[in-house]
């Protein structure tokens, strides 16, 4: 017999079940996670577990779209600024503290395997929600640079935005610089900052930076 749960309670578990998967599903993926991991600290049954997500994949889905408000959240500063080469490094520098600091967010960059399961179950729209909060900022900041002749034009925005996000591939692969990373991260934002900016918009928006 299914256990009814009331409001209240259905409430404390939800949020003890993402709070659980979010560190799980970070430290050891979606798959090496058990249900048993799961519920144990909710204190319910593993069958329990379908009276609140239909799946593993659906559990993971709303840790990620719970975590990229936060995740925009620390974009918003350099997103606000006028673009121009400083300020670039300056929002490729937040990507790559993100993925710094963030476990969770770290590990969905660098498993795509693991997204694209998700995507498999819960279907890529139910995915897509994250978007608005990371994603179409980025991209909406690039379209108005190119549009004010601030960044490059012979590529579209998602083009740009992948070359701002490839800088992170520099602190995912951080062990292999050594004592050297930071220089190595320093020298690969500005430059690609240099790369992707006009020449009219050196200058531009460096002022208190």
């Given at each position: 017999m299914a256990v009814a749960f009331t409001a209240e309670e259905r409430a404390r578990i939800t949020a003890c079940l993402l709070d659980t998967a979010e560190e799980l599903f970070a430290a050891q993926g979606l798959k090496k996670t058990t249900l048993e991991e799961l519920v144990a600290p909710a204190g319910i049954a593993k069958g329990s577990f379908y009276a609140f997500f239909d799946s593993k994949e659906e559990l993971y889905k709303e840790v990620m779209i719970r975590r990229a408000p936060l995740v925009g959240e620390r974009l918003a500063a350099s997103l606000g600024r006028p673009p121009g080469p400083e300020a670039l490094a300056a929002l490729m520098?937040?990507?790559?503290?993100?993925?710094?600091?963030?476990?969770?967010?770290?590990?969905?960059?660098?498993?795509?395997?693991?997204?694209?399961?998700?995507?498999?179950?819960?279907?890529?729209?139910?995915?897509?929600?994250?978007?608005?909060?990371?994603?179409?900022?980025?991209?909406?900041?690039?379209?108005?640079?190119?549009?004010?002749?601030?960044?490059?034009?012979?590529?579209?925005?998602?083009?740009?935005?992948?070359?701002?996000?490839?800088?992170?591939?520099?602190?995912?692969?951080?062990?292999?610089?050594?004592?050297?990373?930071?220089?190595?991260?320093?020298?690969?934002?500005?430059?690609?900052?240099?790369?992707?900016?006009?020449?009219?918009?050196?200058?531009?928006?460096?002022?208190?930076?």
């Open positions: 520098r937040d990507l790559a503290d993100v993925l710094t600091s963030d476990p969770f967010y770290r590990r969905l960059i660098t498993r795509p395997d693991e997204l694209a399961a998700v995507a498999r179950r819960v279907g890529p729209d139910e995915v897509a929600r994250i978007t608005p909060y990371v994603l179409t900022p980025l991209l909406d900041y690039v379209a108005r640079a190119q549009r004010d002749g601030l960044v490059v034009r012979d590529a579209g925005p998602d083009v740009i935005v992948g070359v701002l996000r490839a800088a992170g591939l520099v602190t995912v692969n951080r062990h292999l610089f050594g004592d050297a990373y930071e220089q190595v991260l320093d020298a690969t934002v500005t430059a690609l900052a240099r790369g992707l900016t006009t020449p009219g918009a050196h200058g531009t928006g460096e002022r208190g930076a």
